[in-house]
C-alpha cells in the first residue's frame, strides 16, 4: 500500500504602499537577502528600494540617490549606528536612515519612506 503525503508551501509576499491607501506587490519575502537590497519599479516610474535586515525587518525608501540623482540605494550597504538601521549609498557613501529617510550625514536632506507588509 502507497501512501501520499501532501505538504502546502505557504509563501508570504512583501508590498508597499506606494501612495496612501494602495498597496503593491513586490516579491515574495524569502526572496530578499538579509543585508541586501532589491528595487522595486512603481507604478508612476519612480523606483523603491527594499531592504531586509538580519533581524528579518523590511524597509522600503526611495531608491534614488539625491546626491548624485543616480538610482542605486538598493545597491548600497545596510548597517547601523546606535541602534538605527541605514544603508549608505555605494557612490558618496552618505547614509540613509531605513525608518525615516533622514540623511545621517547631512541633516538637509532625507528620502522618502515607503509603508511595507508582509501577507
Excluded: H
Excluded at 509576499?13 to 496612501?20: A, D, I, Q, R
Excluded at 512603481?42 to 531592504?51: E, I, K, N, W
Excluded at 540605494?73 to 557612490?91: I, Q
Amino acid at each position: 500500500m502507497t501512501t501520499l503525503t501532501t505538504t502546502t508551501l505557504t509563501t508570504t509576499t512583501l508590498e508597499l504602499s506606494p501612495s496612501p491607501g494602495s498597496w503593491m506587490t513586490v516579491c515574495e519575502e524569502s526572496r530578499l537577502t538579509p543585508g541586501r537590497g532589491v528595487a522595486a519599479l512603481l507604478p508612476d516610474g519612480r523606483q523603491a528600494a527594499v531592504f531586509r535586515d538580519r533581524a528579518g525587518r523590511t524597509y522600503a525608501i526611495d531608491n534614488r540617490d539625491p546626491f548624485t540623482g543616480a538610482q542605486v540605494l538598493s545597491r548600497g550597504l545596510v548597517g547601523s549606528v546606535d541602534g538605527r538601521p541605514f544603508v549608505a549609498s555605494p557612490l558618496l557613501k552618505q547614509r540613509f536612515d531605513l525608518e525615516t529617510g533622514r540623511c545621517l550625514d547631512d541633516d538637509e536632506v532625507a528620502v522618502a519612506v515607503y509603508p511595507v507588509r508582509s501577507v
